[in-house]
């Protein structure tokens, strides 16, 4: 290992470190705009430069490019280097519309931290600037070429990290442009890293545009709900509305970005017409008096029926202490139905995926990032878990072999042109994987005794389950689930015995239904009545359900999520409830009449709900969700790399294992 001195600071780094990278191992700052952690280097802002005092090479270099080596003697502070650095910023300056006070990049720029850093102040060239044409990038994405740089940072992350096609950098010279061909919305699902991985304010967010700046925000670390992976997220909210998310760093998860779906998806969270007035018959009433009615119909109910006509419904969608406290509900009332999937097979499947994975053999991002040989049997990664299908691109970009798994496959389907139908939508052509690879028909044709570190993404399908259980333990797996939570609530349902909701209808048994946070899919037989629904989304429940309990979205409370591999992130509150004050139109705005609280801010999430409930039913005293079982996760910190739950053998749940 090379060891090197840094301003005085002896370092001692891996080989193939660069003294940038060596550097920042002991906190010592050095400005860059082209190099990123995920990308790598590529020497085209120069801003890095440092005075190699002594050792293998001397005088002034570009610290991103020069790899650690024994003997160096680097400064940063000396005054040839700290003197480039400030010329290149010059430099970097003279184009720039110097539009701070409009960019919505205000606050958290690199290039106006730099910039204040070296001490400028005064513009000394007074020519004519070089200007450029934006183009319309979509509607997600603004874009501002006259701030850019020149870092090379967006191309190199959408052509090479991402692999999309229809964005690189044209022109020569001082007139290089980064953009399209010709106008039009960016294709790849990844594209809004733009914004996060862009140093200056060239790509900023539209969705947020012109609202806040980056000190106004309300944020906090959180975990993506819009599929199985559980990717770390910081959204940020301002005066009750989620006006956009970035992308928070976790190595072992999603690395440094998110998905568009991610990132993109703040409409529902702040819809203004989404479940926040608590209603009893269509009435509005207090979340308390709502309370009181279901308890009261609740007792009328069981009277009339008992406890085994009624269902506790629970969801993949709804953080874990909720699902742990629907189960507790069930028990306390001796329910006769546990259900926390809707369809039997997707029960069954989701239950046996979770079964086969252990602490050593569950396959987190990172490990498909890292495999040698990856195989996908029975799973459309782009729809189902795209940030899963940039993982896959990684391995594929440091020589992985990758295959497709799928028998029945047309020549058509293989290369992305698989046309979907869905009710109300015409065909649409799906996507192609960004990376190649090659169709075989079983897992046992797969060169497994080849790789080191092969990886299996499979689908919680019967085709999937089937393929995976003649592989060999030295793979890992990787499933893709239906819901942020879908595994732990497998773990809950194996734990409670619970059912799916179509195998309790169709028992005949069930008259009643209580909901939280699930979606129905199918219509209810004549005679069963939904006697109460919580849910921060209209669904089938709260248009059906007698009582309709407003609760929190996940940005607007604490909890947890247990993700596609098994492992427990805590995301923590961002936002408070209530309406927002942009987007009402006159039937949905509030009366206008001073309070302590904001409008629609009396909902709750459904763990305190259920727990408000049972004592109304008689319980005492409520246990808090995490005891028992679930002890171990009472500490989880938002933030960190998380928890994995899974057993160290098949089967059910035992030891837990931890990462």
């Not at 430099?91 to 290039?111: K, R, S, T």
């Not at 592989?471 to 015995?497: S, W, Y």
Request: glycine share 10%; with cysteine; aromatic share 6%.
């Amino acid at each position: 290992m090379p060891k090197l001195i840094i301003d005085d600071i002896p370092v001692e780094v891996p080989e193939g470190t660069t003294v940038l990278e060596a550097a920042q191992s002991v906190d010592i700052p050095i400005p860059h705009f082209c190099w990123h952690p995920a990308l790598g280097k590529a020497g085209a802002c120069r801003v890095c430069a440092v005075k190699m005092l002594d050792g293998p090479v001397k005088g002034v270099q570009m610290s991103c490019m020069l790899p650690a080596q024994d003997g160096m003697v680097v400064s940063t502070t000396d005054d040839e280097a700290v003197s480039m650095r400030r010329s290149v910023i010059e430099w970097l300056m003279i184009n720039h519309p110097h539009d701070c006070p409009v960019c919505d990049e205000g606050g958290e720029c690199q290039l106006q931290d730099y910039t204040i850093a070296g001490g400028h102040g005064i513009r000394r060239y007074d020519g004519k600037k070089r200007t450029h044409v934006n183009q319309y990038l979509g509607e997600y994405i603004e874009h501002e070429m006259n701030r850019c740089i020149q870092c090379y940072r967006c191309v190199r992350f959408y052509q090479e990290y991402a692999g999309g096609t229809d964005f690189g950098v044209m022109g020569r010279a001082a007139m290089v442009y980064f953009g399209r061909q010709e106008e039009g919305p960016l294709q790849s699902p990844f594209s809004g890293n733009l914004v996060d991985i862009c140093p200056t304010g060239v790509f900023t967010d539209k969705t947020a545009r012109f609202r806040a700046r980056y000190w106004d925000y309300d944020m906090a670390p959180s975990v993506c709900p819009h599929c199985s992976l559980g990717c770390n997220t910081v959204p940020m909210a301002r005066y009750r509305e989620l006006l956009k998310t970035t992308a928070r760093r976790n190595d072992r998860v999603n690395g440094w970005f998110i998905c568009d779906r991610g990132r993109f998806a703040n409409a529902v969270v702040n819809a203004p017409d989404r479940p926040r007035q608590a209603l009893v018959d269509g009435t509005p009433v207090s979340l308390d008096e709502a309370l009181d009615a279901v308890a009261a119909r609740l007792g009328d109910f069981l009277e009339l029926h008992g406890p085994q006509a009624l269902a506790i419904v629970g969801s993949p969608r709804m953080d874990l202490e909720g699902n742990i406290m629907a189960a507790r509900l069930r028990e306390f009332l001796g329910a006769g139905a546990l259900c926390y999937f809707d369809d039997a097979d997707q029960a069954h499947l989701t239950g046996a995926a979770a079964a086969l994975l252990t602490a050593d053999d569950s396959a987190s991002q990172e490990d498909v990032r890292n495999a040698d040989l990856i195989a996908l049997v029975g799973c459309d990664l782009l729809e189902e878990a795209p940030m899963m299908a940039l993982a896959v691109r990684q391995a594929w970009r440091s020589g992985a072999k990758i295959y497709l798994i799928e028998p029945t496959l047309s020549q058509r389907t293989l290369w992305g042109l698989k046309e979907r139908v869905a009710e109300g939508r015409e065909r649409e052509e799906v996507k192609p994987l960004p990376f190649e690879y090659a169709h075989v028909t079983s897992l046992a044709d797969l060169p497994l005794a080849e790789a080191k570190r092969p990886v299996i993404i499979c689908g919680a399908t019967a085709e999937g389950l089937d393929a995976v259980q003649s592989v060999p333990r030295t793979a890992k797996l990787a499933f893709i689930l239906d819901g942020p939570n879908a595994f732990g609530c497998a773990e809950l349902a194996r734990q409670h015995n619970a059912v799916a909701l179509s195998t309790a209808l169709a028992s005949g048994r069930i008259k009643g239904i209580i909901s939280f946070e699930a979606d129905l899919s199918r219509d209810l037989p004549e005679g069963v009545a939904v006697l109460a629904a919580a849910d921060w989304r209209p669904t089938g429940f709260t248009h059906r359900a007698g009582v309709l309990l407003p609760a929190t979205a996940w940005v607007e409370q604490t909890g947890i999520y247990v993700n596609n591999e098994g492992r427990a992130q805590r995301f923590k509150k961002v936002m408070n409830p209530g309406l927002p004050i942009k987007g009402l139109t006159p039937e949905l705005h509030p009366p206008r009449t001073h309070g302590k609280t904001a409008p629609g801010s009396d909902v709750a999430p459904s763990a305190r709900l259920i727990a408000a409930l049972m004592q109304r039913l008689g319980e005492a005293e409520v246990e808090e969700p995490l005891s028992g079982p679930w002890e171990g996760l009472r500490g989880l910190e938002a933030g960190g790399e998380g928890k994995k739950l899974q057993a160290t053998t098949p089967g059910p749940l035992g030891p837990r294992g931890s990462s």
